[in-house]
């Protein structure tokens, strides 16, 4: 993956610019916190950084944010905010980073987590800002392209070395801003066909607390997760939430 300096010029490449405020920063504390003080003038607010020093996840976690990776958060208003963005968000980086290493070789976890050989290249993180009727969507995406310290489950994608990052970037833009047009068709499919753990068993939790286990047998068009019980068989549908799957690295 070549590491290059963020380059506003390469990152909005056949992007209507008429449409884009975008904020690049060398330190910041969170691109998500920084895109809530942002006025949303345009389709789409985004913030990119070199690297975060209070980068965070999902349920108030830590995301580890040294320099040289994907740290970038896209504000924008409208009627998405009803649709499961985590999951379709995930889809889009997905199919991006499949895009542009060339390979099929990207997986997804319930319910943000994009996977690598088994390990945990990226995340994304959803929040919203409500004003009255108005409703911000802030979709945050953490991608790990070299990683110096790591985690046992952390992978990264140091691996493509052909891979340049404002390219990467520039394709999951573009994605995005296409999935805010038009949507996606079969997203719901796609999604399954992409995730780690569909027919295999996995262990739901729930603030690290085991709740319930069985085979993963996919996810509803809200984006619910849906298992059969291994206890009595029956079909369970956990939102996102608190919720998680243990391992699957």
């Known amino acids: 993956m070549k590491l290059n300096t963020l380059n506003k010029n390469k990152i909005l490449k056949n992007i209507d610019v008429d449409r884009i405020n975008i904020a690049i920063y060398n330190t910041i504390g969170s691109t998500n916190d920084k895109c809530k003080t942002l006025k949303q003038s345009n389709d789409f607010n985004i913030v990119l950084a070199e690297e975060q020093t209070k980068g965070k996840g ?10 040289g990776n994907i740290y970038m958060s ?26 542009v290493i060339g390979e099929d070789s990207i997986g997804l976890k319930w319910p943000n987590d994009i996977i690598l050989n088994k390990k945990k290249v990226g995340g994304i993180l959803i929040e919203k800002e409500v004003l ?14 070299k990683l110096v310290k790591k985690e046992s489950w952390w992978g990264d ?3 493509y070395q052909h891979v340049d990052r404002n ?3 520039n ?10 047009d038009k949507g996606i068709d079969n997203w719901k499919e796609k999604w399954e066909t992409s995730c780690m753990h569909l027919n295999s068993d996995i262990e739901i939790q729930s603030n690290n607390i085991k ?12 984006g619910a997760l849906r298992i059969s019980s291994n206890k009595d068989g029956k079909i369970c549908e956990y939102e996102d939430g608190d919720r998680s799957i243990k391992g699957v690295y």
């Open 167 to 169: 390219e990467l970037i």
């Open 74 to 99: 896209i504000a924008f208003s409208g009627s998405k905010s009803n649709e499961p963005l985590s999951l379709i968000s995930g889809l889009i980086c997905q199919e991006a980073i499949n895009k």
């Open 58 to 67: 999902r349920m108030g976690k830590e995301w580890s944010s040294p320099l």
């Open 157 to 159: 994608l140091s691996e």
């Open 132 to 145: 009255g009727s108005d409703v911000t969507n802030i979709v945050g995406i953490g991608l790990n392209l």
């Open 211 to 222: 709740i319930n286990e069985g085979m993963c047998i996919g996810i509803t068009s809200r």
């Open 171 to 180: 394709t999951i833009l573009r994605k995005f801003i296409s999935y805010c």
